[in-house]
Structure formats: structure tokens, C-alpha cells
């Protein structure tokens, strides 16, 4: 089956860059996201990408995708405490109707 | 705010008892994506709906079941409810199953 996999914890000093990695095993997927988690919250769409990009950008946000060896990232420029929170990488299924498949989750400690 | 409305937010209930989760799509949206999170499973897609006909289908019990009505809300149903059924659970929607979901705020269930 398809699988998703994340680093579970990263710390990070306020205004430096965050790199969070996924690495999955499905390589049919369309779209690839980013969602964002923070305490007792629901799940926020930070970014996707499509199969067919390398790279996306959204102000502090880039996403990089390395179709050969299946390793998606997000990196976030000059971290702010408010970015602490768990952030899920997710895959559309390959059998479609855009079922998402979704690691683990990174929880992103941002420090002073 | 997703635009995606799930009530109740909370709920305590009892082994064995029953409960009905309320998922409100997105104006417009036609497809409707419930998921389960928990600390052992992650989250997890249970059963996907696009204008009230079931379209896929994941890892949802027996016991659960789902329906989209013709104004389009969705009602997750959990019976014989167990202390494993404590999560959250997740209602999204696009509008039309194939492009990026947004997720509600979520409904904690917790079974005691």
C-alpha cells in the first residue's frame, strides 16, 4: 500500500528557515500537499503542488519536489512562534477521486 | 475559517451508545470526505460522498456508516461505540473530487 513518511519532531530558532521532509512510495499521485495543524484546531491547507512542478513558491513558503526519489519538502522562511504547530504531508491516492493519504506529521517547535 | 462546518465540536458519550456527526460542505461543493484521527492510527480517510452517492470507500467499520444528503450536508453514524472509537473526526470538501480538500474544525469524539 501507499505509505507516507515524516520526521516526527523539528526545533528551530525564531527567524531561521524550517525544512520539513516527506518522503513517500507512491509515485502516481497528482497532487501533493501541505496542511497545517496548530493545537485543538482543524487541518489548514498551507500549499499543493503538482506532480508535473518541481517547485512552488508562496511567500515564505517553497515546496520542492524530487519526483526521482519520491522526497517532498517545505521549507518556511524566517520562522515565527505562530508557525509551531504539526504540519502533514499528504498524496492523492492513486486510484483517484482525490482520497489523501497523509504521514505521520512534523511537529515544528519554533524557540527564541 | 475553510468554510466547512462540523457540529458538534465535542462530544462524551458511552461504550456501546451511538452517536451522528454533522459535516456542512463548503457552498458548492459536491464532494465530501470524512477522516479519523487518532494517536495510534494517524489520520485516516474512512468514506468519501460526491453528490450523495458513495464514491470510495477506506478504512470505516462495520459499525459506521455515512450518507450525503440532497442539500448536500453529510452524517457520519458510529454505533457500539468503543473506547478505541475516541478520535477526531474530520469532515472535508471540494467541489468536485478532484482538486485540493478543505477540512472542518473537526468533531472530538471521546468514548468513555
Known amino acids: 500500500g501507499e505509505d507516507v513518511e515524516q520526521s516526527l519532531f523539528l526545533s528551530v530558532r525564531e527567524g531561521d528557515s524550517s525544512v520539513i521532509n516527506c518522503t513517500y512510495t507512491d509515485s502516481s499521485s497528482t497532487y501533493l500537499y501541505w496542511y497545517k495543524q496548530e493545537p485543538g484546531a482543524g487541518l489548514q491547507l498551507l500549499t499543493y503542488i503538482f506532480s508535473n512542478m518541481d517547485m512552488k513558491q508562496d511567500q515564505r513558503l517553497t515546496v520542492l519536489l524530487n519526483k526521482k526519489d519520491k522526497h517532498l519538502s517545505l521549507r518556511i522562511a524566517d520562522t515565527q512562534t505562530g508557525d509551531s504547530a504539526i504540519y502533514f504531508c499528504?498524496?492523492?491516492?492513486?486510484?483517484?477521486?482525490?482520497?489523501?493519504?497523509f504521514g505521520a506529521g512534523t511537529r515544528l517547535a519554533v524557540h527564541p | 475559517d475553510s468554510g466547512v462546518t462540523q457540529t458538534p465540536k465535542h462530544l462524551i458519550t458511552a461504550t456501546g451508545q451511538r452517536v451522528t456527526l454533522r459535516c456542512s460542505p463548503r457552498s458548492g461543493d459536491l464532494s465530501v470526505y470524512w477522516y479519523q484521527q487518532s494517536l495510534d492510527q494517524g489520520l485516516q480517510f474512512l468514506i468519501q460522498?460526491?453528490?450523495?452517492?458513495?464514491?470510495a470507500k477506506g478504512n470505516i467499520l462495520e459499525r459506521f456508516s455515512a450518507q450525503q444528503f440532497p442539500d448536500l450536508h453529510s452524517e457520519l453514524n458510529l454505533s457500539s461505540l468503543e473506547l478505541g472509537d475516541s478520535a477526531l473526526y474530520f469532515c472535508a470538501s471540494n467541489p468536485t473530487g478532484d482538486t485540493e480538500a478543505f477540512f472542518g474544525q473537526g468533531t472530538r469524539l471521546t468514548v468513555v
Open positions: 460522498y460526491y453528490n450523495g452517492e458513495e464514491r
Open positions: 499528504a498524496l492523492t491516492h492513486s486510484g483517484g477521486y482525490n482520497k489523501l493519504i
